[in-house]
T-cell receptor, first 114, second 112 residues
Framework: NAGVTQTPKFQVLKTGQSMTLQCAQD?????MSWYRQDPGMGLRLIHY???????DQGEVPNGYNVSRSTTEDFPLRLLSAAPSQTSVYFC?????????????FGDGTRLSIL | DAKTTQPTSMDCAEGRAANLPCNHS???????VYWYRQIHSQGPQYIIH???NNETNEMASLIITEDRKSSTLILPHATLRDTAVYYC?????????????FGDGTTLTVKP
């Protein structure tokens, strides 16, 4: 059981490039989310999804797009990368949207924008 | 979701109990308290959660005050591997999405 898998683990981009961060879970979880973590800070919610075909914004959504075409996958797209998006990105999932169960996190993608 | 307040850092001697406090004075009746930890920039790891009653699992104990305005995570016998950032989060579980907001957490350093 792989849990939450994020790819790639590391990525360097130039300003203005686009990229998709991949997130997949094999636990049949309804709820999935993306966070970013800047150095020395806590996690901030970017976007989340309560099920296939449904997404919504978190507290820092600008510059990012998401889609949820399947239960398993929740990719995060940077349309035009900016140095301010240099961060570590974590994907997480939970069994159901309306649940008291905890989230399971991936190992993160470390992204640098030059 | 209610906001939480945690000390920035704490030290603990190896083998002793680590008691990590969290203040959530604006918690509402349907909000759960969750604890996660993050070791060396890995993904956050779930530790324990509770609503009203004290909880215990193989990793830790969670003590929630009767008025639910604060809680304490207890690691009964801290080891060097417990050095991490510990996050206390409150979240409504039974409404739309129940977004989790992570603050800056407490950096726990376990010393030999």
């Amino acid at each position: 059981n792989a849990g939450v898998t994020q790819t790639p683990k590391f990525q360097v981009l130039k300003t203005g490039q686009s990229m998709t961060l991949q997130c997949a879970q094999d636990m049949n979880h309804e709820y999935m989310s993306w966070y970013r973590q800047d150095p020395g800070m806590g996690l901030r919610l970017i976007h989340y999804s309560v099920g296939a075909g449904i997404t919504d914004q978190g507290e820092v959504p600008n510059g990012y797009n998401v889609s949820r075409s399947t239960t398993e996958d929740f990719p995060l797209r940077l349309l035009s990368a900016a140095p301010s998006q240099t961060s570590v990105y974590f994907c997480a999932s939970r069994d159901r949207a309306y649940s008291n169960q905890p989230q399971h996190f991936g190992d993160g993608t470390r992204l640098s924008i030059l | 979701d209610a906001k939480t307040t945690q000390p920035t850092s704490m030290d603990c001697a190896e083998g002793r109990a680590a008691n990590l406090p969290c203040n959530h004075s604006t918690i509402s009746g349907n909000e759960y308290v969750y604890w996660y930890r993050q070791i060396h920039s890995q993904g956050p790891q779930y530790i324990i959660h509770g609503l009203k009653n004290n909880e215990t699992n193989e990793m830790a104990s969670l003590i929630i005050t009767e008025d639910r305005k604060s809680s304490t995570l207890i690691l009964p016998h801290a080891t060097l591997r417990d050095t991490a950032v510990y996050y206390c989060i409150v979240r409504v579980a039974n409404t739309n999405a129940g977004k989790s907001t992570f603050g800056d957490g407490t950096t726990l350093t376990v010393k030999p």
